[in-house]
């Protein structure tokens, strides 16, 4: 008997957890491990399938495929290639592909857009941004499945301004279609052409579909709201000849929309399957009082103002700050998160929420909090690499290893990696032993040998500088191998050892290591299409960080490296919203950070993309601010939702009169949330 089973419900009511068992009952059973498909919306969420495995009473040959679409199309495509090339349009189809990651798709990209950046002047847009963007649409055209030789029209009926914007949205479209050609005469594939390839040759070609009809006999997909409309594609071919299949669905969901996430074309699916009705215990009549039932009520004021509310008490939600400034606020916040803590909630217990988890946010709440011991861990998975202290001082020793390259660092920088190199060394004497060595000459690695620079910068220092330099200066004469090589001998002989400031700092290895690892990905990309050499290839990889590459989620090489390590027990989380719900991560104490800005439901400002009109969804109209109003009170409904139900005890929500940058904001949450507890206030006085 064959099972088609589609489990949806809010977050906590048990689905993954029930997946995972799945997978070992399968197993356990009898069932061939190759035979079963595991699909995940990003590669963290794999995790707890591998850990599942771990558990097997019995011995099995062979593993199950776990990973995300991308991750499968990639495989796939790699092992089809000969039987699609040609008729996809390869000039040269016996050729092996490249496979490229988001770094060396930007630095073709930009070589092909010099000449035309000068157009997007108007938009005041950092080149990095403007090529982001282009590469956006590039990869929702692949996810949505329609041609580039929509984009000009899709994003022209999305524009309502007074300037024209026809011009820039054309040239987009055409660079695109540079940047295709450019990949399909030199058999790159960036991610956008290997799921385009995937999506309308494979899943199109029969000695495929037959293959993936015998090889996966089991399927299991979790959260597939998160996932774009190619997997729902894939997996309603699979519907048709496997097993048995589960797919899991959190409502609400969606939060991975500006990747290309399609709710409606996940929902799609449950026309082929039995559809099981999961609920949240915290929801039940019976249950006592929970940040659950707050997000209900929340969910429906954002998306119906004037609904009516339920006239109920939420002791689990409580309102900090209210002051005049921001400051303040986060005076209130840092005072209740160390009431907490001394009431017995672990620091790693509590996540501190907000739009956007700033430098300047974590600065004022780790200087508050450091006086009672308790420490803050960012969750940034946008921040560019280059912003990382630790990235920015291996290019700096990068820059001095390679003079040929002639980028000799400037004191500043020099103080930067020092401070950040040797430990115990305090940015002020870093400064002091960086003008020394701008004064006798930088590029040459210098010595200083005054007697009283070293004195007030201390004798340790001068041992562990000069050990740096020793090994900096035998690169120079004799290199061991490219860039990535590089910085891989260089933490591994000198900056992890006792005495220099990555010793034993496991965040920072990480870090390290994910730098390494995507320029080596970067060199090998290039070198094997001919582009470049290794040596050249280092350089290029230098320029493109430093001109801010985004951590682009789309490109599945990028994992968010957090989610590697185990909470820090005496750290709370501070984390943008997003990508609090996107990494599926829980807090028994949330802090809802500025829930009168109007960041918890505007679109960040990206002119030359669009996350609904570059969709499977739009159907030609022009998007009007009435569109645009629905949206944003569709998808804040579903993040405060997400939230809530990812919070085991206690909400806190935090606002100032005026914002971190002065201005005077009252955003739909803070509207919608005043509504809610006035009415709960209402119903105790009564």
């Known amino acids: 008997m064959r099972e088609r089973e589609y489990w949806v419900g809010p977050p906590g009511a048990g689905k993954s957890s029930a997946l995972t068992q799945k997978l070992v009952a399968l197993i356990e059973s009898g069932v ?17 399938f591998e850990r599942a495995l771990a558990t097997l009473r019995t011995r099995t040959r062979g593993q199950p495929f776990i990973g995300t679409v991308y991750s499968l199309a990639r495989r796939h495509v790699a092992l ?55 590469i956006d649409g590039l990869n929702k055209a692949a996810v949505a499945g329609f041609s580039l030789d929509e984009i000009a029209q899709r994003l022209s009926l999305a524009w309502s301004g007074n300037e024209p914007r026809e011009p820039l949205f054309r040239r987009v479209q055409a660079l695109a279609q540079a940047f295709r050609a450019y990949c399909m005469q030199h058999t790159l594939l960036d991610f956008s052409l290997a799921l385009t390839l995937f999506a309308q040759y494979l899943l199109a070609e029969p000695a495929y579909l037959q293959f993936i009809a015998a090889r996966f006999r089991h399927v299991l997909a979790d959260n597939i709201e998160e996932s774009p409309p190619v997997l729902h594609d894939f997996l309603g071919i699979l519907l048709q000849t496997c097993d048995s299949a589960y797919l899991v669905e959190d409502d609400p969901g969606g939060y991975r929309l500006f990747l290309g996430a399609d709710v409606d074309s996940a929902r799609a699916l449950r026309a082929q399957c039995t559809v099981r009705q999961w609920n949240n215990p915290r929801l039940a009549p019976d249950a006592p009082d929970s940040p659950a039932r707050f997000g209900v009520a929340l969910m429906q004021q954002v998306r119906d ?27 209130a916040v840092a005072q209740a998160i160390q009431a907490e803590v001394e009431n017995g ?18 600065f004022e709440l780790e200087e508050r909090l450091r006086p009672a011991g308790i420490r803050v861990h960012a969750l940034r998975p946008s921040r560019p690499l280059h912003d990382h202290p630790v990235v920015r001082a291996l290019i700096t020793w990068a820059r001095l290893a390679h003079p040929d390259w002639e980028q000799t660092p400037t004191s500043a920088e020099l103080a930067r990696a020092m401070s950040v190199s040797i ?38 220092i001068r041992e562990r500088y000069a050990q740096l330099r020793a090994w900096l200066l035998s690169w120079r004469e004799t290199p061991r191998g490219p860039l990535d090589v590089f910085w891989q001998l260089l933490f591994t002989e000198v900056l992890s050892q006792s005495g220099f400031g990555l010793f034993a ?63 820090d027990p ?33 679109r960040i400002y990206q002119p030359l993309t669009h996350p609904y009109v570059l969709s499977r969804r739009w159907r030609g109209d022009p998007w009007t601010d009435a569109d645009e109003l629905h949206a944003s009170r569709d998808m804040l409904a579903r993040v405060v939702g997400g939230l809530a139900f990812r919070c085991g005890k206690r909400i806190y929500l935090a606002y100032s009169q005026l914002t971190v940058s002065g201005e005077d904001e009252n955003g739909q949450l803070l509207r919608a949330v005043q509504r809610v507890l006035l009415a709960a206030e209402t119903q105790r006085a009564s």
């Not at 090339?85 to 490229?100: H, L, M, S, V, Y």
């Not at 003008?435 to 040459?444: K, M, P, Q, V, Y």
């Not at 290895?509 to 320029?519: F, G, H, K, M, S």
């Open 32 to 48: 061939r491990p190759d035979r079963i498909l595991v699909l995940v919306p990003q590669t963290s969420a794999g995790w707890r």
């Open 80 to 134: 089809f290639f000969p039987i699609i090339a040609e008729r996809a349009g390869f000039p040269q189809p016996w050729r092996e592909p490249t496979f490229i990651n988001v770094e060396a798709a930007q630095y073709v990209l930009s070589k092909l857009a010099q000449p035309h950046l000068a157009e997007f002047n108007t938009l005041r847009l950092p080149r990095a941004r403007v090529l982001s963007q282009i």
């Open 305 to 331: 103002p004037y609904s009516r509310l339920p006239t109920r008490a939420y002791g689990s939600v409580t309102l900090v700050g209210g002051g005049k400034y921001w400051v303040e606020m986060v005076k």
């Open 345 to 362: 909630t672990p620091p790693s217990a509590i996540a501190v929420l907000a739009p956007y988890a700033e430098d300047v946010l974590r």
């Open 423 to 460: 430990a115990q060394l305090d940015l002020v004497r870093a400064h002091l032993l960086a003008e020394a060595l701008h004064r006798a000459g930088a590029s040459h690695i210098p010595m200083p040998e005054e007697q009283r620079l070293w004195q007030r910068v201390g004798m340790a």
């Open 505 to 567: 700092d496991r965040s920072s290895a990480v870090v390290c290591e994910q730098l390494i690892r995507n320029a080596r990905l970067f060199r090998e990309a290039l070198v094997e299409a001919a582009l470049l050499d290794d040596h050249s290839a280092g350089r290029e990889y230098v320029s493109v960080l430093t001109q801010g590459v985004l951590a682009a989620q789309f490109a599945p090489e990028r994992i968010a490296w957090q989610a590697d390590l185990p909470p």
């Open 570 to 602: 005496e750290a709370v989380l501070l984390a943008p919203a997003y990508a609090f719900l996107t990494n599926d991560l829980r807090a028994d104490v949330q802090f809802w950070l500025d829930v009168n800005s109007t960041g918890w439901h505007e």
